[in-house]
């Protein structure tokens, strides 16, 4: 059962957008997808409140009467979004069970350094061998000064870049309704789904 985290200790750089949307592209493929939020704010479980009951399932944790929280059973897929400020211990709990890290940050210099020390810190970690790491880049402009920033940043680092996802209302729009651009017309979201393709393509390695 692949488990993919979602991970950045800085907070705003889009986690619960590509948590979303990656539950979604796995749902749609017809797994069994359950999408779980390890931040407070509980963001996921207020999406998945809102997703319409006929499209393709994605499911949240089950809580029993101990109030033990686990993935539902027959789950094939796991996609976990993770807290600001995910060091120590908390890291270390996730990182046991992963076997894709993927972290997302925008092409700011507050992301950028940030975004540097949670790489180096992965990097460190124990099962860093085991846990395939990938960047996404989110909501970036091609052509800027801030995306030139980035693309410079991404060199300094080994962690391969996934993919770039530009600046768009799409996702905004989408996860109003608890929905993913895989629950909607492709031709709606065409330019969208085309960017996914090599962070589709990586995710198939878990």
Request: charged residues 20%; without cysteine; aromatic residues 6%.
């Amino acid at each position: 059962m692949p488990v993919i985290v979602v991970a950045n200790p800085k907070g705003g750089v889009g986690k619960s957008t590509l948590s979303t949307n990656i539950a979604g592209y796995f749902a749609s493929a017809g797994h069994a997808v359950m999408l779980g939020d390890v931040d407070r704010q509980q963001s996921t479980r207020t999406w998945l409140s809102m997703r319409p009951p006929h499209l393709a399932p994605i499911t949240g944790w089950d809580v029993n009467q101990d109030e033990v929280v686990r993935p539902p059973k027959g789950t094939t897929h796991v996609v976990l979004d993770t807290p600001a400020g995910l060091h120590g211990k908390r890291l270390d709990a996730v990182m046991k069970i992963a076997d894709q890290v993927i972290v997302p940050l925008q092409p700011s210099i507050f992301d950028i350094h940030a975004t540097h020390a949670f790489v180096r810190e992965l990097k460190a970690h124990k099962r860093n061998d085991k846990v395939q790491v990938g960047l996404v880049g989110m909501r970036t402009r091609e052509g800027t000064i801030s995306a030139d920033q980035l693309h410079k940043f991404l060199e300094t680092l080994d962690v391969p870049l996934v993919a770039f996802l530009r600046d768009t209302q799409n996702y905004v729009h989408l996860a109003a309704r608890g929905l993913t651009l895989w629950d909607v017309a492709p031709s709606r979201v065409q330019r969208d789904l085309e960017q996914w393709q090599p962070l589709t393509h990586w995710l198939g390695r878990a």
